[in-house]
Structures are given as structure tokens and as C-alpha cells.
């Protein structure tokens, strides 16, 4: 008698194993697009203190090259401070313009140059230029990482809105993909 319960365990341990580990029937009728399991989260990038300071230089040798000095922003993806230079000689007001250009360009995904143009264009987006944070002047773009926005640039002191434009798009770093646009 022992002996066939024993060969009975034996036959059935391997059906008992399986039960465990064989995954719950769906029960989506089907045809359905109802997803199970939606997502809460997703990746992003975020510009490191290098890439800030790699964007402060090119920014800084471009505005060089015009014989100028600016000030320069760099933010994160939430709009905080990673840099903030302000270039010898430099009016005080301009960290200030430069720090709200990038902040613009970053909460719009829109060159500040561009910006201003199209609101001073349409009289239904002119009441942009009165939002606290957000100014309306060349020199602050959004930074671009693999079609993602991750940062913002803001330039100011370079002897106009087009100026402050080409230096700030001047500081993407094309072989990391840092684009600036």
C-alpha cells in the first residue's frame, strides 16, 4: 500500500509544479483594446553638470567670436538653475534675462525668438508676454535630447535678440545629440 502511494506523489509532483508556475488565464474578451496593466511612469534624460558646463563654453566662445560677453542660463527639464555665468563686464539685469529665456524656451519647447515674433503677431497670444516667468526676447532656447525636451538655454548681453538667438544655438553639442533648436 505504501508503495502506491508513493508512485502516486511521484506521478503527480511534476502536475503540481506546473500549476505553480503557469500564468493566470487572461480574461480580455476578445477583441478588446483594454490594456491590463497601464504605465505610471516613464524614462527621461537629464542634462549632467558637464553637459551644463560643456554648453556654458561653447555659448561663452561664440558670443566670443562677436566680440561679446554674455550671461548664460542653463536649467533642467523642471526648470531649476544647473548653471547660472555672467560674462565680464555684463549688466546685472542680463542673468536675470538670461535665467527667464530659458526658462521660456523650456516651458514652450520654443526658441524665445520665434516665440516673440508669433506673439507679437497674433492678437490672441500677445497676453503671453505677461506672464510672470516667461520673457519674450531672443536668446532662450529649448535643449534637445533624442526628440526630448531636457533642458533650456538662455543667452543675454549679446547686442540683441538675433545675436543672443545665434550664440545660444551655437552651444549644441552635435556628436552627444545635445541639440538646440
Not at 523642471?78 to 555665468?85: E, N, Y
Not at 490672441?124 to 510672470?132: E, K
Request: charged share 15%.
Amino acid at each position: 500500500m505504501l508503495y502506491k502511494l508513493q508512485l502516486l506523489i511521484l506521478l503527480f509532483l511534476p502536475l503540481l509544479s506546473s500549476a505553480q508556475t503557469s500564468k493566470p488565464e487572461s480574461h480580455t474578451p476578445a477583441g478588446s483594446h483594454y490594456q491590463a496593466q497601464p504605465t505610471y511612469t516613464a524614462e527621461t534624460q537629464q542634462l549632467t553638470l558637464e553637459a551644463a558646463l560643456e554648453l556654458t563654453n561653447r555659448a561663452q566662445a561664440a558670443a566670443k567670436s562677436l566680440n561679446k560677453e554674455v550671461s548664460v542660463a542653463v536649467l533642467d527639464a523642471s526648470g531649476q538653475i544647473i548653471i547660472l555665468a555672467r560674462g565680464n563686464g555684463v549688466g546685472p539685469h542680463n542673468t536675470e534675462a538670461a535665467r527667464r529665456k530659458a526658462y521660456t524656451a523650456l516651458s514652450t519647447k520654443t526658441p524665445t525668438l520665434q516665440l516673440a515674433r508669433n506673439a507679437s503677431a497674433n492678437p490672441d497670444t500677445q497676453n503671453l508676454a505677461n506672464l510672470p516667468e516667461l520673457l519674450l526676447l531672443g536668446g532662450g532656447c529649448p535643449i534637445w535630447y533624442k526628440g526630448q525636451v531636457i533642458g533650456g538655454i538662455g543667452i543675454a548681453g549679446g547686442g540683441g535678440p538675433e545675436n543672443d538667438h545665434n550664440i545660444a544655438t551655437a552651444a549644441a553639442v552635435q556628436n552627444a545629440a545635445i541639440l538646440i533648436h
